[in-house]
């Protein structure tokens, strides 16, 4: 049995020491059902099984005879995910029975905490290794999802620039059946993608369209977009060395369309799947795009370049015109879009914009359930007046720093026809700093949400 990282199968481990799981209320019972030495060794610790703790239990020879894990949220994978790093790197085995839905929080947690990025390094040190007869089909496919968006953040752009990224879908594509298609360079030009060209040209990388299709005609169509700028430099409005330190990540919304799609087509979710990429390279050279300058788009509309650093919307724009006209019974998209978001909501909460209540609710309720969270925002169209322009239709930015994240998605939406639902996610896709099951880099957030919120909407 081929497992992930973190996991052995138990047939082949003869060692696995007994793992209890345990939260504060049910401490005192597991207190008095231990031994004298071992229930000595815990009061000794003061252990009292606050959430996201652990502790060894010692045998009479002196060697682990076991541990208890203390969670909170039994239903929260990341109330497990320090159990890897906290224990010693060896086999455990879970001492009792727990609900399926524990059980398979425990067992996605268990994956989250054990996952480091090791293209150019080797992990400091093994994970605790779980013992299981089996792993769900579906908790190793999401636990792959995220994984795939952790590992393309990750990696840095001279080996995740649009060629990779095209590379990636393609793979993806063949292993499930799926129809690619790509638009580069001048040709983006000559099928009418004129703002991803311009965002794109100045890099000797071509930008680029990726198109991937997947699925029955018959079943309900689901378009999904991403942010593929796969290194942010500003364009001539430079950023900051502080601000362009972490740009590798500006195609954090990329990873999780192309995560989500691969996740979907690996359940067979029965739905007709569009996964579009505009994957370019925001760079400063002779043909970079100018402040100043208008662009033309493929909804017809001209923008007038106030800031050449709000160019993910640019490209989104071209793309969500593109995948609208498929008339999708949904459409998508994911987005590190905006530092405003991370300014209102903090790094770890998405910031969610939707056009269409029913769909929103069902998001918001599956981002509950899967406690993935995310947080509504409003499309509150009196900011539009932020992105006004004297001699084009609008502007991609403005003078005010006032709502930036909304004045963001008030722009996306001019690019998504009236009636179209449309769901918007504005993500950070990163972890500033190590947290258990969260260490520091990309993250994926909101992808559960998403797919679980997918997986009943492929029902209805």
């Given at each position: 049995?081929?497992?992930?990282?973190?996991?052995?199968?138990?047939?082949?481990?003869?060692?696995?020491?007994?793992?209890?799981?345990?939260?504060?209320?049910?401490?005192?019972?597991?207190?008095?059902?231990?031994?004298?030495?071992?229930?000595?060794?815990?009061?000794?610790?003061?252990?009292?099984?606050?959430?996201?703790?652990?502790?060894?239990?010692?045998?009479?020879?002196?060697?682990?005879?076991?541990?208890?894990?203390?969670?909170?949220?039994?239903?929260?994978?990341?109330?497990?995910?320090?159990?890897?790093?906290a224990l010693p790197a060896r086999d455990w085995s879970l001492a009792h029975d727990m609900p399926e839905p524990a059980r398979d929080a425990l067992?996605?947690?268990?994956?989250?905490?054990?996952?480091?990025?090791?293209?150019?390094?080797?992990?400091?040190?093994?994970?605790?290794?779980?013992?299981?007869?089996?792993?769900?089909?579906?908790?190793?496919?999401?636990?792959?999802?995220?994984?795939?968006?952790?590992?393309?953040?990750?990696?840095?752009?001279?080996?995740?620039?649009?060629?990779?990224?095209?590379?990636?879908?393609?793979?993806?594509?063949?292993?499930?059946?799926?129809?690619?298609?790509v638009v580069s360079g001048d040709d983006l030009v000559e099928q009418n993608f004129p703002a991803i060209h311009a965002v794109g040209r100045a890099?000797h990388r071509a930008p680029r369209l990726i198109r991937l299709d997947w699925g029955d005609a018959s079943h309900p169509h689901v378009a999904i977009?991403?942010?593929?700028?796969?290194?942010?430099?500003?364009?001539?409005?430079?950023?900051?060395?502080?601000?362009?330190?972490?740009?590798?990540?500006?195609?954090?919304?990329?990873?999780?369309?192309?995560?989500?799609?691969?996740?979907?087509?690996?359940?067979?979710?029965?739905?007709?799947?569009?996964?579009?990429?505009?994957?370019?390279?925001?760079?400063?050279?002779?043909?970079?795009?100018?402040?100043?300058?208008?662009?033309?788009?493929?909804?017809?509309?001209?923008?007038?370049?106030?800031?050449?650093?709000?160019?993910?919307?640019?490209?989104?724009?071209?793309?969500?015109?593109?995948?609208?006209?498929?008339?999708?019974?949904?459409?998508?998209?994911?987005?590190?879009?905006?530092?405003?978001?991370?300014?209102?909501?903090?790094?770890?909460?998405?910031?969610?914009?939707?056009?269409?209540?029913?769909?929103?609710?069902?998001?918001?309720?599956?981002?509950?359930?899967?406690?993935?969270?995310?947080?509504?925002?409003?499309?509150?169209?009196?900011?539009?007046?932020?992105?006004?322009?004297?001699?084009?239709?609008?502007?991609?930015?403005?003078?005010?720093?006032?709502?930036?994240?909304?004045?963001?998605?008030?722009?996306?939406?001019?690019?998504?026809?009236?009636?179209?639902?449309?769901?918007?996610?504005?993500?950070?896709?990163?972890?500033?700093?190590?947290?258990?099951?969260?260490?520091?880099?990309?993250?994926?957030?909101?992808?559960?949400?998403?797919?679980?919120?997918?997986?009943?909407?492929?029902?209805?």
């Amino acid at each position: 049995m081929n497992l992930p990282t973190g996991f052995v199968d138990a047939s082949a481990s003869t060692a696995a020491l007994p793992l209890h799981v345990v939260d504060r209320a049910r401490a005192p019972q597991w207190r008095e059902a231990l031994a004298d030495a071992a229930r000595g060794w815990v009061e000794a610790q003061a252990f009292d099984a606050s959430p996201g703790t652990a502790i060894v239990l010692p045998g009479a020879d002196g060697q682990p005879a076991g541990a208890l894990l203390a969670v909170g949220d039994a239903l929260d994978p990341f109330a497990y995910a320090h159990a890897p790093l906290a224990l010693p790197a060896r086999d455990w085995s879970l001492a009792h029975d727990m609900p399926e839905p524990a059980r398979d929080a425990l067992l996605l947690g268990w994956g989250l905490g054990s996952y480091r990025f090791t293209r150019y390094r080797a992990a400091p040190r093994p994970p605790a290794r779980l013992a299981v007869d089996t792993l769900p089909d579906e908790v190793r496919d999401v636990l792959a999802a995220i994984v795939r968006v952790r590992d393309l953040v990750n990696t840095p752009t001279q080996h995740m620039g649009p060629d990779e990224l095209e590379r990636t879908a393609c793979e993806i594509g063949e292993v499930h059946g799926a129809r690619i298609k790509v638009v580069s360079g001048d040709d983006l030009v000559e099928q009418n993608f004129p703002a991803i060209h311009a965002v794109g040209r100045a890099s000797h990388r071509a930008p680029r369209l990726i198109r991937l299709d997947w699925g029955d005609a018959s079943h309900p169509h689901v378009a999904i977009v991403g942010k593929g700028v796969c290194f942010d430099t500003g364009g001539l409005n430079i950023k900051a060395g502080e601000g362009m330190r972490n740009m590798k990540k500006d195609m954090g919304g990329a990873a999780h369309a192309i995560a989500l799609a691969e996740l979907l087509m690996a359940r067979r979710v029965p739905l007709r799947l569009t996964l579009l990429v505009p994957a370019v390279e925001n760079a400063i050279g002779p043909d970079a795009l100018r402040p100043g300058e208008v662009i033309a788009t493929r909804s017809g509309l001209h923008v007038e370049i106030d800031n050449t650093d709000a160019e993910g919307r640019l490209i989104l724009g071209d793309a969500l015109v593109h995948a609208a006209e498929g008339s999708p019974a949904l459409l998508i998209d994911f987005a590190t879009l905006t530092g405003a978001a991370r300014i209102a909501l903090g790094p770890d909460l998405p910031a969610l914009y939707a056009n269409d209540e029913a769909q929103a609710n069902a998001l918001l309720q599956a981002s509950n359930e899967a406690r993935d969270p995310l947080w509504r925002m409003p499309l509150w169209q009196p900011y539009w007046r932020y992105l006004s322009s004297g001699i084009a239709d609008f502007a991609n930015s403005g003078p005010s720093r006032m709502a930036g994240s909304i004045t963001a998605a008030l722009y996306l939406q001019r690019f998504v026809p009236a009636g179209q639902p449309w769901l918007h996610m504005d993500t950070y896709a990163w972890n500033d700093a190590d947290r258990p099951g969260r260490p520091a880099g990309g993250e994926a957030q909101g992808l559960r949400a998403v797919y679980a919120m997918l997986r009943d909407f492929a029902k209805t």
